[in-house]
């Protein structure tokens, strides 16, 4: 089974996970763009039971998605990075790609485009959806 690692800026939080993804995307929310000052968050989805830190005290920004329900980021208070935030409506962490230590994972789907500001880059070939993908909730 495979094996990812990931760390974040400083060093000081590290994480893994096992197995295989259950989704890849990218994000374009109001708040993806806050969080990664960038157009976009590159979200690894793995199931809440795959992932887990190893390594340092993670700090916690808890906020309410679009569901209603919270979604916990948890990030490293000494260097600021988000690591991972753990959507509890979906049971599943949406893991930073840009703290993978390796990462040859590509996005199988662009979502909540309409927030997309007007500088965003999409990916060629990668469907594209407003919000979420209807059976996703959207
Ligand atoms: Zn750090
Ligand atoms: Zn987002």
Redesign the pocket.
Known sequence: MSNYEG???????EYCFEGEPINTAFCYCDECQKYTGSDKWFGIWVGAEQFKFTK?EVATFTRKGDSGQDMHHKF??????TLAIDVCVGNFYSVAASTLLTCDFSPNMAIYTASAPHWAVFPEGVPKFDTLPTEMGG
Request: glycine letters at 28%; charged letters at 5%.
């Open positions: 760390q974040c800026g400083c060093g000081n939080i340092g490293c208070s000494d260097c600021g990075t």
